[in-house]
């Protein structure tokens, strides 16, 4: 059993259904990557794996326990923690204050496990969070995360907004907070840096999953390369 199952999940808005039945597997230690354009479904999905939008049928089964609609509070609790789309970080608080916050009951004794990871942040301890680069802040989102301790990471769109160079650095990131054991499914326009990170990947369209297989078979092949890389196999 994969310690992140989902199954024939379907999400609605109103009276418009936006999942039409997505399957999902992440394995320990695992890379998932979600690819598609804008609007076919990517932050809908992650918000239902975490308790924020209802799930109308189907089924999310974290370590062997269904989570599914279960509050975000206690979906945290077993071990699934995102860093949104968009960031949302506290941006009138300090660094410190978001890390904190994030921890929860563990609070600051989390700090010295999530620092090391994210050098430029231990410098900027004093700093409002608002005050801090866009990839800065992308750290600050992914760090106030993993201040939870979690064993399963969602990332929405990390690499939105960011030059290339910090593109490469928070892929780079991805990779390393998996050597620590924690498993990451990542949401992405970027195929071409998801697919470079990730274990096995996804294609989303329209609220489907309609193409699904290893990372590296994704990046060659002809229609991934053609729509999401292109027109280049990625190196
Ligand atoms: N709260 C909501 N109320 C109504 N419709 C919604 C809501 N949230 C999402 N949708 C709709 O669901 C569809 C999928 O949106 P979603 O944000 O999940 O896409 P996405 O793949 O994450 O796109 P992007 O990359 O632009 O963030 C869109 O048509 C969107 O308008």
Known sequence: MALLEVRDLHVSMGVQEILHGIDIDLGEGEIVAMLGANGVGKTTLMRA?????????????????????????TIV?????????????????????????????????????????FPILGERMGQAAGSLSGGEQQMLCIARALMRSPRVLLLDEP?????????????????????????????EQNARGALRVADRAAVMEGGCVVLAGPAAEL?????????????????
């Not at 794996?49 to 509070?73: F, Q, W």
């Not at 860093?83 to 009951?105: C, D, H, K, W, Y």
């Open 49 to 73: 794996l975490s308790g924020i939008y209802r799930v109308r049928s189907g089924t999310i089964t974290l370590a062997g326990e269904d989570i599914t609609n279960a509050p975000s509070h």
């Open 77 to 117: 609790a077993r071990g699934l923690c995102q860093a949104p789309e968009g960031r949302q970080i506290f941006a009138t608080m300090s660094v410190r204050e978001n890390l904190v916050l994030g921890g929860g009951p563990q609070g600051l004794a989390r700090l010295d496990e999530v620092l090391p990871l």
């Open 159 to 187: 690499s939105l907004g960011l030059a290339p160079k910090l593109v490469k650095l928070i892929f780079d990131l991805v990779a390393q907070i998996r050597q620590q054991g924690v498993s990451i499914l990542i949401v």
């Open 219 to 235: 990046a060659s092949d002809p229609r991934i390369v053609e729509a999401y890389l292109g027109g280049h196999v990625a190196g």
